[in-house]
């Protein structure tokens, strides 16, 4: 979960996605089938049309494509405002043509549903609101203000009141239920698609920070020679110089900056362990490193290695890489845990000979009931959240940063769960009585899998690893 999401994560972020062109072509379309209809309905199946007033109501569609294409250029995208009135027009232009036509006895009547649609899957919530009101208002008129349909000999075909009444029924119907759907699968795919951008950038960082400190750690390792012998060469000139006092000063001068800039380096690099023989590292320390940054952030971090305290941890842990994705996602679970926690956030590491398990648990007061199913989702609304428990008032997270966690590691191979502590009572009680290191998490737990198989380095090649670090250790 992140705090303070960006406008564009929150809102719907639907500006200008209609491009001018897309709907200027579907006119086009609908404007050969509509004129395709009356050329058959009048020459072939023999029905008395108003033909001026049909050829009229098209013409003018012809005439707003026209005028479009020559005013605008072909890239134009158009704003909500402007998309609404194109939808509105081609609404109003198709419901005076059914009227032309016989009203809903007019088997294409169901087409004053694609204006719905479109504004459902493309415009905002308000924009696609008054379509479909627009669209219910007008079809509801078309079943008693119409000309009905007649043969050339004069016959009226018109349906009995009980099937329009059910043309009527079904088109309302379809309205609705089409144009909640289309909205419901645009919006999931619309917030997948930023979640998975933010995802992206996400990793993007991750891997230029984890660059960057391998250029730091190439750095010191190669100047470590130099300023050795600079600290060596400036030793013995010091003694030399012992009867010199000017010169002597100088001398101790550029050892104390030669020493000072070996700790620079050395620091710097601590951060940046791109070394050959350390792209894999025992599962602590890659564990370690993903959690430095909420150590010194008021709460207590246990790590604990098959059951045993960090520093008492076994010699033969599994090696695995130390991939970007895997430090950044399990230091935002990390990051969830101490946002939420009491006192203390627990990191247990088990592994056997299938898998490796890493649990993540607070003493907070748990990932809420009714979301825990939808946990790891992205813009997960968080109104209810708020009402049902206090403890998480103020928090304005949408679960990006558990979907960017879950999608990373995921992508690694790994298996992500969510889940509460069990008997929370019992364990918040036995958690007062036991020291810190000994308790078990009573609030969110999130356990990773790793399959060992398929992520561990091999024995035979952990000492193949060692060695100097490439001329060209960055990318």
């Known amino acids: 979960m992140v705090r303070s999401p960006t406008n564009m994560v929150i809102n719907e972020a639907r500006y200008e996605w209609v491009r001018l062109r897309t709907l200027i072509m579907l006119r086009w379309l609908a404007i050969a089938g509509q004129t395709a209809a009356i050329i058959v309905a009048t020459y072939f199946l023999d029905l008395d049309l108003r033909l001026d007033l049909s050829a009229t109501t098209i013409g003018i569609a012809v005439g707003f494509n026209i005028i479009a294409t020559l005013i605008y250029p072909e890239n134009r995208r158009l704003s909500e405002r402007a998309a609404l009135n194109t939808l509105l027009f081609d609404l109003g232009q198709l419901a005076i043509l059914i009227y032309l036509t016989g009203g809903l006895s007019n088997p294409f009547s169901m087409l004053l549903i694609t204006p719905v649609v479109i504004a459902a899957t493309a415009l905002n919530l308000r924009a696609t609101l008054i379509v ?135 620091d710097m690099g601590q951060a940046g362990k791109d070394d050959t023989h350390l792209r894999h590292a025992p599962i602590s320390a890659v564990i370690e490193e993903a959690a430095a940054p909420h150590i010194s952030r008021g709460k207590t971090i246990i790590i604990r290695v098959n059951g045993k305290p960090f520093d008492k941890q076994p010699t033969n842990q599994p090696e695995i890489p130390r991939l970007p994705e895997i430090i950044h996602g399990v230091r935002n679970l990390i990051q969830n845990g101490v946002d939420f926690a009491d006192q203390n956030v627990w990191i247990d590491i088990t592994w056997n000979a299938e898998t490796i398990h890493l649990h993540i648990g607070d003493d907070g007061p748990g990932f809420p009931a009714e979301l825990l199913g939808r946990i790891g989702d992205p813009f997960v609304r968080k109104h209810r959240q708020t009402k049902l428990d206090p403890n998480r008032v103020g928090y304005e997270g949408m679960g990006l940063g558990l979907f960017i966690a879950k999608t990373l590691l995921e992508r690694c191979g790994a298996e992500v769960t969510f889940a509460n502590g069990s008997e929370h009572r019992f364990n918040a009680a036995k958690a007062r009585i036991l020291a810190p290191n000994q308790s078990r998490s009573t609030g969110a737990i999130v356990e990773v899998v790793f399959p060992r198989q398929d992520f561990e380095l091999p024995v035979d090649d952990r000492r193949a690893a060692l060695g100097s670090n490439p001329s060209n250790p960055v990318n």
Do not use: N
């Open 132 to 266: 479909g009101f627009a669209a219910v208002f007008m079809i509801s008129i078309l079943v008693w203000q119409f000309l009905p349909l007649k043969m050339a000999d004069g016959t009226m075909m018109v349906l009995p009141p009980i099937f329009t009444y059910g043309m009527w029924a079904a088109l309302l119907i379809s309205i609705g239920f089409l144009a909640f759907f289309a909205r419901r699968i645009t919006a999931d795919t619309h917030s997948m698609s930023q979640a998975l951008a933010a995802t992206q950038m996400a990793l993007d960082r991750e891997q230029r920070l984890t660059a960057l400190g391998g250029v730091v750690a190439a750095a010191a390792h190669e100047l470590g020679t130099p300023l050795a012998t600079i600290k060596l060469v400036s030793s013995e000139l010091m003694d030399e110089l012992a009867d010199r006092p000017e010169l002597h000063e100088d001398m101790q001068l550029i050892q104390s900056q030669t020493d000072r800039c070996r700790d620079i380096l050395r």
